[in-house]
């Protein structure tokens, strides 16, 4: 870094314009790769803001003569001693020696003190070097750069933005746009430079000045490669003081997703159509804008955009008012935001887009889409406005902006984005049809849930810095859940369960992290955006939730949490701390001391059940999986531990409370219970083993009556002893003992995890070339074959059945492989007018992905979609082919983004990851273009998450861990440390352990 740093040019500008501060502000441009010197703009080599050669003003002609004073003199003089030839020409020696006089002795001493001063300037002279025959040659040498003059991740906390005034220029025919910045700040500590963020801005003017009215003086800027700028004054800014900073500059819209990106779809007339829009979180606002971009550096924004007359803008605050402009643009401008906001919740967007509107408890709520994509926008609203009425009543405070705006975006990466009043999302996130199933819609109204709740936790309330960022994802997560569960909104079926589980597998591994965590880095900030800031976040809350005593004191505690620091930034502890002050069973002592345990260190315990007589002791551990069954470690939790018994097992009043702090405890006396099943409804993050003796009576238990138990706990023991397994704890015997009631269940949950479970071994196997068909057709058939191919109005009805039929497909069942050929061609027959039940969409376009003839089809209706969740489901049947050279294609196009837009690469690749004949293609594709890839998707991102999940999961061979090693050690910065690489080496090593333990049984029962 240090060695970057000392190649910089410097320019120092002396600025006398204040006569009670005289400043020094040093300005450089940011150092350039060599690949981009070709392409940098002139303007960012001019020594002045930018001007050079061009004509200026008074104003820039004393900011010139600043810099002449300095440096433009002196290189005026240097040129003046410039010489092609030596000063003096020696002469030839005599040939006898005599003694000179005492005259010639005194001229020679001078002519020789004359010649070695002259040789001693010019060779001082900057810029000049001298061969051996005493000609001048051009000095190439780069001046010594001073260090940048702040060495932190972080920005320094000297100064506090107050207000942004954005004005913007999008160019969509040419893909640029230009910008003007003008911040007004406040000095909270004496400082002599103000460090700021900038990433691929060229700034061709810089001014600043001290106080609203005071005199403006032009600056120079320091840059450095991590994206920040700096101002360095030579004399303090003093505490309490307020300056302005105006910043001009342009640049290219971003060709990636983040940023403010270009993007482009094709109309219902095959028209190209282009937009631009933003998307900042985490790091990407500095992309649009100089700004201070961190959570913490909250302030209000006004933005003014100018435009063709045939576009439309939107941004976070309504439009106040539009003005034609002399070059026949108009200029929007928007009300100033009526809350401070932190940089990466600012959203502006440019292109064409028609509303649906209604207004909700006197707030505008409005739905936007393209225009053809209209009528798929009013379920949105509706759940947009019961949502947001909900929340306004849950959390006793109305949202504080004038309108909310959800966007349907035709090119978008994350699902869905918060920025405050401008929510933006994919179109399969917002967009579904009047016959859209009821899991679809759920999936919708999901998505809307937890960008709603984010208006509350995140916008109102922000973390302070990235290490937090589970104060905003999971609870987004836990309120997206619990609000769908309200009649009123939306039915959530076992959704929130299914994550629960995902979570725990995630966080066993040891390359897991703390849910609260030191970030250091870009990529390390990326990487926050995983199952364990959002699903882990939102599972610890229902935990201590429902650990609480009275069903509204969680309610209580956060309500207070959001008015004690509404508009403000927080970390863990404080969360922690409005809770503890809200009154609490006497079982806590309060909730900081029992959740600290739950935030502070990565992982989850293990709780293991043993009874002696009527005495039973609890034991917890950490549960670790790790290659070498080495699960050592101190921690310890602070655990809600519930348990039901089989004299109660159903009702909430059923459950009982024992709270486990250290490495064992035991309950009260326990008489005449058959078994105990602890970790009621599956609310505690948390595994248990039973024993030998424990897991025999549960599983008696449920082969004598399946409703002995709810559908979670009958779920969460099947997950648990498949996780079990993993550990080697118990046999995969036991496992497949346990499944044997199976056939008698009636509900989803516990079905879908045991498929999942076992669909993830079958993989293995697969990819072995070893085959489990049997077992899974022979526990599973009847279920199989009692499911119906008509509509279906449950949401739990479509989960279980969706799940049961895309696996008997996926095995190649002839029953269920005809029904779905038989759809599919009705569908064709009557050009797509005839439905497909929507959760019966996957099974019947993956079958059709199999066949020569009804691929080209597919892929034919797919080009010609306009409803997008179905056109996603065409997309995951194509890239489920076997056909080798189909696999290649599809990779290929969705890199290349045409046909296949290259924000759905991630999903193609996971789905061709799945089959034998695609997982290897998948894995040499990832390895041939890994640096368009991190083009295309940030280093650590969720999307690369994905795709490295996704291409090593199923490896489970020592030589495919040598090669997944060998790649992405020889990475280094383009990847090497990411956490998701070291997750998948460890998930290798432990497929390869388990596949060696168990290979033997699985043949012999599966």
């Known amino acids: 870094m240090e060695r970057e740093r000392a190649n910089l040019p410097r320019n120092m500008i002396e600025n006398s314009m204040f006569e009670e501060e ?72 005599p040939r006898s020696c005599s003694r000179p006089s005492a005259r010639t002795m005194v001229v020679c001493v001078l002519f020789l003190v004359i010649v070695a001063s002259m040789t001693m300037v010019l060779y001082f002279l900057p810029g000049c070097t001298f061969t051996k025959t005493g000609c001048r040659k051009e000095n190439k040498t780069t001046p010594i750069e001073p260090p940048f003059p702040w060495s932190q991740f972080r920005l320094p906390h000297s100064i506090r933005p107050l207000s942004y005034d954005l004005t913007l220029n999008p160019d969509l025919d040419n893909m640029n746009f230009t910008g003007s910045t003008v911040i007004k700040m406040v000095v909270l500590h004496n400082t002599k430079r103000i460090v700021l963020h900038s990433a691929n801005l060229n ?67 095959g028209n190209k159509r282009v937009l631009a829009a933003t998307q900042f979180e985490p790091l990407s606002a500095r992309k649009a804008f100089p700004c201070f971009d961190e959570p913490a550096f909250k302030a209000t924004f006004l933005i003014k955009i100018n435009r063709k007359p045939d576009y439309m803008t939107l941004s976070n605050m309504p439009k106040a008012k539009t003005t034609p402009l002399n070059n026949g643009l108009v200029q929007d401008e928007f009300e100033m935001t009526s809350v401070n906001m932190s940089t990466y919740l600012v959203a502006f967007i440019v292109g064409n887009f028609t509303p649906v509107s209604k207004n909700v408890s006197e707030i505008l709520v409005s739905v936007y889409s393209v225009p053809e994509k209209k009528e798929h926008t009013d379920y949105a609203l509706d759940a947009a406005s019961k949502l947001l009425d909900f929340y306004n009543d849950f959390f006793e405070i109305n949202f504080p902006l004038k309108k909310l705006d959800l966007i349907a975006i035709p090119d978008f990466l994350a699902g869905a984005m918060e920025n405050w009043g401008l929510i933006t999302f994919r179109e399969t996130s917002l967009l579904v049809g009047k016959q859209s199933s009821p899991l679809e819609k759920q999936v919708v ?32 997560t836990y309120m997206q859940y619990m609000s769908l569960s309200k009649p009123c909104v939306c039915s959530q079926g076992n959704l929130f369960l299914a994550v629960r589980f995902r979570a725990l597998d995630k966080d066993a591994l040891n390359s897991s992290h703390a849910v609260s965590t030191a970030v250091n880095s870009p990529e390390q900030v990326e990487e926050m955006f995983d199952s364990v800031s959002y699903e882990k ?70 709780v293991t059940v043993s009874r002696k007589g009527d005495q039973v002791t609890l034991t917890q551990e950490h549960f670790l999986l790790t290659s070498d069954n080495a699960t050592h470690t101190s921690s310890l939790w602070n655990i809600p531990v519930t348990y039901v018994s089989d004299n109660c097992s159903l009702a909430p009043e059923c459950r009982q409370l024992f709270t486990l702090k250290t490495k064992s405890g035991k309950t009260q006396s326990i008489n005449l219970v058959k078994w105990l099943k602890l970790n009621y409804r599956n609310t505690g993050f948390y595994i248990v083993h039973y024993g030998d003796d424990g897991w025999a009576a549960l599983r008696d238990a449920l082969a004598n009556d399946v409703s002995v138990l709810t559908h979670e706990d009958r779920a969460s023991l099947i997950h648990n002893i498949f996780a079990l397994s993993r550990l080697g704890r118990v046999s995969f015997r036991h496992v497949l003992n346990l499944l044997n009631y199976i056939s008698n269940e009636t509900e989803t949950s516990p079905v879908t995890e045991a498929l999942l479970q076992l669909n993830k ?80 969409q996957q099974v019947v376009f993956n079958v059709a992905a199999q066949s020569a003839e009804d691929w080209p089809t597919l892929l034919n209706l797919y080009g ?36 296949i837009q290259t924000q759905e690469l991630p999903l193609v690749i996971s789905t061709v990851c799945k089959g034998f004949a695609g997982y290897l293609f998948a894995w040499d594709f990832i390895q ?45 910065e383009r990847g090497s440390q990411m956490r998701s690489v070291q997750e998948a080496l460890e998930t290798i090593r432990l497929n390869k352990r388990w596949m060696e333990k168990n290979l033997r049984t699985l043949q012999k029962w599966l």
């Not at 810099?67 to 020696?90: D, E, I, W």
């Not at 001014?207 to 700028?229: P, Y």
């Not at 068909?773 to 499911?787: N, P, R």
């Open 22 to 93: 005289p400043d020094v502000v040093d300005l450089t441009f940011p150092a350039l790769d060599p690949d981009e010197v070709a392409y940098e703009p002139r303007s960012s080599r001019l020594l002045v803001r930018g001007l050079g050669e061009n004509d200026m003003d008074e104003d820039e002609e004393d900011c010139e003569s600043s810099a002449r004073l300095l440096g433009m003199s002196f290189m005026n003089r240097s040129s003046a001693h410039r010489s092609n030839s030596s000063p003096y020409t020696r002469q030839a020696p």
């Open 203 to 269: 700034i061709s003017k810089a001014t600043f000045k001290v106080g609203w009215e005071g005199v403006c003086v032009c600056l120079q800027i320091r840059s450095l490669f991590q994206q920040q700028i700096a101002l360095n004054f030579s004399e303090e800014l003093k505490a309490g003081q307020y300056c302005v900073l105006t910043l001009d500059y342009s640049a290219n819209l971003s060709h990636t997703y983040d940023g403010f990106y270009n993007s482009s779809y094709t109309d219902k007339d």
């Open 445 to 476: 109204a999901s998505v809307i849930a937890h960008e709603l709740a984010h208006q509350w936790f995140g916008n109102l309330v922000t973390m302070s810095w990235w290490n937090d960022l589970w104060l905003n994802e999971g609870f987004a």
């Open 537 to 606: 976040g939102a599972s610890i809350l229902l935990m201590l939730n429902a650990s609480l005593s009275g069903d509204q004191q969680f309610r209580k505690g956060i309500i207070q949490y959001l008015k004690q620091f509404s508009g403000l930034n927080t970390d863990t502890n404080d969360l922690w701390n409005s809770l503890t002050q809200i009154e609490v069973s006497t079982q806590h002592q309060n909730v900081s001391e029992m959740m600290s345990s739950w935030t502070s260190q990565k992982g989850f315990p293990l």
């Open 761 to 840: 071994i079958y993989q293995l196997l697969d990819k072995r070339q070893e085959y489990s068909l049997t077992y899974i057709l022979h526990h599973f058939g009847s279920l199989m074959d009692k499911q119906t191919w008509e509509e279906q109005e449950s949401v739990s009805k479509q989960e279980l059945r969706s799940a049961l039929l895309e696996t008997a497909c996926g095995l190649d069942d002839e029953n269920c492989t005809q029904q779905a050929k038989a759809l599919f061609k009705q569908y064709v027959d009557s050009n797509a007018t005839s439905r497909i039940p929507g959760d019966l």
């Open 864 to 899: 010609h979609a306009t409803y997008d969740a179905e056109k996603r489901k065409m997309l995951r049947g194509l890239a489920s082919t076997q056909d080798a050279r189909k696999i290649v294609w599809i990779l290929k196009a969705g890199l290349k983004g045409n046909l």
């Open 928 to 972: 041939e273009n890994w640096d368009r890839l991190i083009e295309k998707f940030p280093v650590g991102s969720f999307a690369i998450q994905t795709i490295i999940n996704s291409a090593t999961s199923q490896f489970s061979t020592q030589a495919h861990l040598d090669q997944v090693q060998g790649f992405f050690s020889s990475l280094k």
